[in-house]
């Protein structure tokens, strides 16, 4: 694998900036202006330019009126139908997952719910939970709703941080995952299905009281 050197530059702007709307460091309608992008990232104008086209691609960001290049903000009936999107892809996921995960990969999604279950909320309970998930997802074996979810993923990020950042919530998504991972034991892919949509929709409800009474939306996928 090409190490950071070997990434082109337009590459690593777009890794950057994506990364910096995961953490929440870009919010929301914040504007991109290339000149300060380029001087903070210490690269040409060119390759952020080519970056936040990509973003654009990725509809993570518009061109308004006045200001240019800015990140997009979702409203409550969009984060709504997100996660009724993803609730789909993820069950979906399951149901297939019970039945052509290896015994492997159900040991590793196991070790990883253990691993959440002892993370600090946060960064760590973060990248635990997105193993989880991205694990669950590749052991349906179905590359097409590999793709699709990872569309979708990308809009999420525009939620900034995970709802994990709260320890109430990183609690409830163990015990939700562990549900999961019982019907998934058991082989048994409707119970599997129904176990993940039940996760997402908690998740979506931490995700619209972490909204209510905000001007933006918070956070990320829990």
Do not use: C, W
Not at 72 to 83: K, P, T, W
């Amino acid at each position: 694998m090409a190490d950071d050197s070997e990434i082109p530059q337009g590459q690593g702007a777009y890794r950057r900036l994506l990364d910096e709307i995961r953490d929440g460091a870009l919010s929301p309608g914040a504007r991109l202006r290339e000149t300060e992008l380029a001087d903070r990232l210490g690269i040409s104008r060119t390759p952020v330019r080519e970056a936040i086209r990509q973003l654009e691609a990725d509809g993570l960001v518009v061109h308004l009126p006045r200001q240019g290049a800015t990140i997009r903000s979702l409203d409550h009936a969009e984060v709504v139908e997100l996660y009724e999107m993803r609730a789909v892809l993820e069950g979906t996921a399951a149901r297939l997952a019970a039945r052509a995960a290896s015994d492997i990969e159900l040991a590793e999604l196991v070790a990883l719910n253990a691993e959440l279950a002892s993370a600090t909320a946060g960064p760590q309970a973060r990248e635990m939970n997105r193993q989880f998930h991205r694990t669950l997802i590749e052991a349906a074996r179905n590359r097409f709703l590999v793709k699709a979810m990872s569309a979708l993923q990308k809009t999420l990020l525009i939620l900034g941080p995970t709802t994990l950042a709260e320890p109430s919530r990183a609690v409830s998504a163990v015990d939700e995952h562990g549900a999961v991972l019982a019907a998934l034991q058991a082989r048994d892919g409707a119970a599997a299905e129904l176990a993940m949509r039940r996760h997402v929709e908690a998740a979506l409800s931490a995700r619209l009281r972490g909204m209510r009474g905000r001007e933006i939306p918070l956070e990320d996928e829990a």
